[in-house]
């Protein structure tokens, strides 16, 4: 199927190439916990995690995610015309439960008419070979995508940001996920308390070594009710001006293979939550922003790719 080239390999395209039409993200949330909230790691949370696990908050209005999946569906296929959908399991961790109700989860939608992948957002903390077993159980009919929090490689941000595990926590995870037949999307945060752009640059190249199957690049914001907000409101931090934002972006993309899949470029906050910065309500202006950036370097997507001699990732299914 011919697309039109672009700039950056962005998720649209590959579903676009591999589904021929469009395929649309579900947001599920199956009320689940953290290890980093509910006292396994620690308590209290990421600094920029708020009550609803960076959710939807769906499931305490409906607590049952196949009807949340179902209604979903409904809307999107009436509004948009849309046929085939990602059941994407996204507030908290969704690895971080007894293995028989996480089966019966994913169980609950992965048959729905029309689902063609599952999508499980989770800490690299949460893994063990039982869970990624019942995750590979799905991929010989399914899609189906691991979505692990990174942020950062720097060990000093990440406890900053009280995310209570360490970077080579967080390989150790990314190793033995990698021995499965599952598509790795690493989450990273631009903005983070106390990182340069040196800081950002490292950990790009680093994810480029690690040559995962997507990326998410998250812009830091400040939802309400969090330790972040605190933060900004005694004078502490501040967030990134758009522009700035907008180049780091393309500095990450430039040193990512061309092949990695870029699910996300920006942080998409709830307004009525949102404490600053402003502009983070305009994500199509901040995605504006970045590819006009990139076309007057000019520059795309993998220009600084260096291939390392040995990496520990798996060419994308």
């Known amino acids: 199927m011919h697309l039109p080239r672009m700039r950056y390999h962005s998720f649209n395209r590959y579903l676009k190439g591999r589904f021929g039409e469009r395929v649309h993200k579900i947001v599920l949330d199956a009320g689940l916990s953290c290890p980093n909230r509910d006292g396994t790691r620690a308590t209290g949370g990421c600094i920029y995690c708020n009550a609803r696990g960076s959710g939807s908050g769906m499931w305490q209005q409906c607590p049952d995610v196949r009807t949340q999946a179902q209604a979903a569906m409904r ?49 690299p903390d949460c893994l063990d070979r039982a869970r990624l077993d019942l995750l590979a159980g799905y991929a010989d009919r399914l899609m ?14 990440l406890q900053r940001i009280n995310r209570s595990h360490t970077y080579s926590e967080f390989l150790a995870g990314y190793q033995l996920a990698r021995h499965y037949p599952l598509l790795l999307c690493l989450h990273v945060i631009i903005g983070l308390p106390g990182e340069q752009r040196a800081q950002v640059l490292q950990t790009a190249r680093e994810v480029a070594r690690l ?39 393309c500095d990450f993309l430039e040193v990512l293979p061309a092949d990695t899949v870029v699910q996300r470029l920006t942080g998409d906050p709830e307004p009525a939550e949102l404490v600053a910065p402003e502009w983070a309500r ?18 795309w997507q993998g220009i600084k790719y260096n291939p390392p001699e040995q990496s520990s990732g798996t060419p994308l299914a």
């Open 282 to 299: 305009n994500k199509q202006a901040t995605l504006n922003m970045i590819n006009r950036e990139l076309a007057l370097r000019p520059s």
């Open 75 to 123: 809307m999107l296929s009436r509004r948009q015309g849309v046929r085939r959908f990602i059941a994407y399991f996204q507030s908290f961790s969704n690895t971080h439960a007894p293995l028989a109700d996480l089966r019966a989860l994913y169980e609950s939608v992965v048959d729905l008419p029309g689902v063609v992948g599952l999508a499980v957002a989770t800490r």
């Open 211 to 249: 040559r995962p199957d997507g990326i998410k690049i998250h812009a830091l914001y400040i939802p309400r009710g969090t330790a972040l907000e605190q933060l900004y409101r005694d004078g502490f931090y501040a967030p990134l001006a758009q522009c700035d934002f907008a180049g780091l972006a």
């Open 144 to 157: 189906v995508w691991l979505e692990l929090g990174l942020q950062t490689i720097h060990d000093e941000t």
